[in-house]
């Protein structure tokens, strides 16, 4: 269903369809529609810089890491699924691109693209990709082409880092606290941009080094691409808050000129995602809600599960909405699409897509069956399975129909056998046990391997390096079995998973390269900043801690509470009663500092100062680095 093949051939897979349906035996899609990369090089201006470092000298990015994949190599090698190759290709075509007139995309130079908007004295740039650097040289890039225009407005999309970590590269924040820069964004957009990327940051951003492959070598045997996009730039990631909500569909707002017409469609891609319209342009933006791929209902890295029914009726409202008066769809990834009826039938797959993948998990669940077993066992209409940009390259139907399951079931599957096991290292020592010990275990994975169950093997082998994480052959055997899963796959966040488990077992956790948490911290509100440091507090050591903080904002005005209270910290605004143990007057950057460094010289304080020292003693610290396939 992933199109994970069991035996690391490139042609061999496990179908998205059940296996003997005939129907579907042809359902493949064809190996000479050239569509998608007529339009991938379509309004080509100019390709972008090769190699872009930061102010450190460190390498941000570098287009020549992707080489291998593009002049003359139409074939795929044997190490790398022949769609998924095909998707690499396309989404390393780099540089900036005329998409119709006043309408510029900067694509191939991150995980993301970046579009330009001119207006009538400057440019609206639209989702200023992951890092400050990169973002940065693609607006020099269209500057050097299109003239020297002032940025006049940022539109975040929705509320992930790709989408708007690169703002600082392209706008100045006094600029857009000045009121001159308007930085337009939808509802809720700072809620949910601070509980994915600060609150579980430490956890998704580890889970992301598989997802993105950040250790991985690029090439054949390794890295080929993230199927949304070529990779993610390694540079400064920041964000400015947005200054514009947008609230509802139909919402226009006029930005340098330029008239745009909003379509909100939140619980899709992201809890909070618009699509806009260009009238005058007949141009029409979907974000990141259809794409040439597959999308992700619940991401490999770690997030809310998204709702499919929803993503699905929005898309039908696109179409409703806009469809009739565009000439061409662009996203946030991947290449445009031309002409109002390809427009209709490109937006119709995804939505078809999106809705069958929902309602036949919902009607095969009412029969009984559990999320892993409609996995295996749902065929996919041969419509969908022939379509390019339905392919599982990001998503997959496999973990996608797991979470329609997980949405409205939650993880246990309603066998009271799997209500309590164990923990994967307990498992894997009582596995050894009914082996006959890790030797044993390690002979039956081995002999699953060979037999070309790779799935079964990698299973066994993990309980076996639980078992004895300093067992060699263990260690091995999974980093073998997990290379050729990997190999097979169509899927690439699947590939990156599958490698980048077998490079650690092998070289031990590298370390994880980006910081989220403190990079993003100076657009925190005080409630947020206080729910990062309650993430923190060590329950058990903090059970008979009491004490109780107050802190009056001298930039704000505003007044908050912090009480300590059963190990937990609980906190919350304008508080009434008496005073607090400790207060403090200070701005929210000397709050920032003081939770840093544990320092109150120069703070303006009342009452016991030894409450700061209490509570920063049972605050943990989180771990970038945890292994994550072994114990």
């Known amino acids: 269903m992933a199109r994970a093949t069991e035996t690391g ?49 460190r390498t941000v990015w570098d287009v020549r890491d992707f080489s291998f994949l593009l002049d003359g190599a139409e074939t795929a090698p044997p190490t790398v699924h022949p769609h998924l190759w095909r998707q690499s290709r396309l989404t390393a075509i780099n540089g900036l691109f005329e998409v119709v007139e006043g309408v510029y995309q900067i694509r191939g130079m991150d995980l993301s693209n970046m579009t330009l908007i001119e207006g009538d004295t400057g440019v609206v740039v639209i989702d200023p990709l992951v890092s400050e650097e990169v973002a940065a040289a693609g607006l020099k890039l269209y500057r050097e082409h299109r003239g020297d225009r002032p940025v006049t407005a940022v539109v975040y999309t929705h509320p992930h880092l790709d989408h708007f970590g690169g703002v600082a590269g392209v706008v100045d924040e006094a600029d857009v606290a000045s009121g001159r820069v308007p930085i337009v964004a939808p509802e809720h957009f700072m809620e949910h941009a601070v509980s994915e990327n600060v609150y579980a940051g430490t956890a998704m951003i580890r889970r992301g080094m598989y997802f993105t492959a950040f250790a991985l070598d690029h090439g054949p045997e390794g890295f080929v691409g993230v199927g949304l996009g070529p990779g993610t730039s390694q540079g400064k990631v920041g964000l400015i808050p947005p200054t514009l909500e947008i609230t509802r569909t139909g919402q226009e707002e006029t930005l340098d000129g330029v008239r745009f017409v909003f379509q909100m469609t939140p619980g899709t891609e992201a809890p909070a995602e618009m699509n806009f319209h260009l009238p005058e342009r007949r141009a029409l933006c979907t974000a990141e809600n259809a794409c040439h791929t597959l999308h992700n209902l619940l991401t490999l890295r770690g997030a809310q599960v998204r709702d499919a029914r929803m993503w699905s009726r929005y898309l039908n409202e696109t179409i409703e909405l806009f469809a009739d008066d565009s000439d061409v769809v ?47 066992e749902l065929p996919l209409p041969p419509g969908l399975e022939r379509a390019w940009s339905t392919r599982g390259y990001y998503g997959s139907v496999s973990h996608n129909i797991k979470a329609v399951y997980q949405r409205y079931m939650g993880w246990f599957d309603g066998n009271p056998a799997h209500l309590w096991q164990h923990p994967p290292q307990a498992q894997g ?8 010990g890790v030797d044993a275990l390690v002979d039956r994975a081995r002999s699953f391997a060979d ?35 990997g190999h097979g796959a169509e899927c690439a966040t699947w590939r990156n998973f599958f490698l980048v ?46 004490l109780s903080l107050d802190l009056h ?8 509470r912090a009480l300590l ?7 919350y605004p304008d508080p009434k009663g008496g005073g607090a143990d ?7 950057p000397e709050l920032l500092e003081l939770l840093s460094t544990g320092d109150l010289d120069g703070i303006e304080h009342e009452g016991d100062a030894g409450v700061l020292r209490r509570l920063t003693a049972v605050l943990d610290e989180a771990r970038p680095d945890f292994p994550i396939v072994t114990p």
């Open 9 to 57: 051939s490139r042609t061999a897979g496990v179908p998205r369809t059940r296996a003997g349906d005939d129907h579907t035996a042809s359902a493949e899609p064809s190996p000479d529609d050239t569509a998608d990369f007529d339009n991938a090089g379509r309004g080509f201006i100019a390709p972008g810089p090769q190699h872009i470092t930061g102010e450190d000298g």
């Open 330 to 376: 662009f996203a946030s990834h991947h290449w445009p699409t031309w002409g109002t009826e390809d427009i209709r039938g490109f937006l119709t797959e995804q939505r078809d897509m999106y809705a069958y993948l929902h309602d036949q998990t919902l009607r095969m669940m009412n029969k009984g069956s559990t999320g892993i077993e409609i996995a295996e």
């Open 429 to 436: 020592e009582r596995y050894a046990k009914a082996m006959g």
């Open 451 to 485: 037999e070309d169950d790779l799935r079964f093997a990698a299973e066994l082998a993990s309980h076996a390096v639980f078992a004895d994480p300093d067992h060699a052959g263990a260690k091995d055997l999974l980093a073998e079995v997990l290379t050729r899963l």
């Open 501 to 546: 488990g077998a490079q650690e077992l092998r070289e031990g956790v590298p370390p994880t390269a980006i910081a989220l948490a403190e990079s993003m911290e100076s657009a925190l509100s005080v409630t947020q900043i206080l729910d990062s440091v309650g993430i923190r507090v060590d329950g058990p050591r903090a059970w008979k801690e009491k």
């Open 553 to 560: 904002m001298t930039d704000s005005g505003e007044r908050y």
């Open 565 to 571: 209270s059963n190990g937990v910290l609980i906190h």
């Open 582 to 588: 400790l207060t403090l007057t200070l701005s929210k």
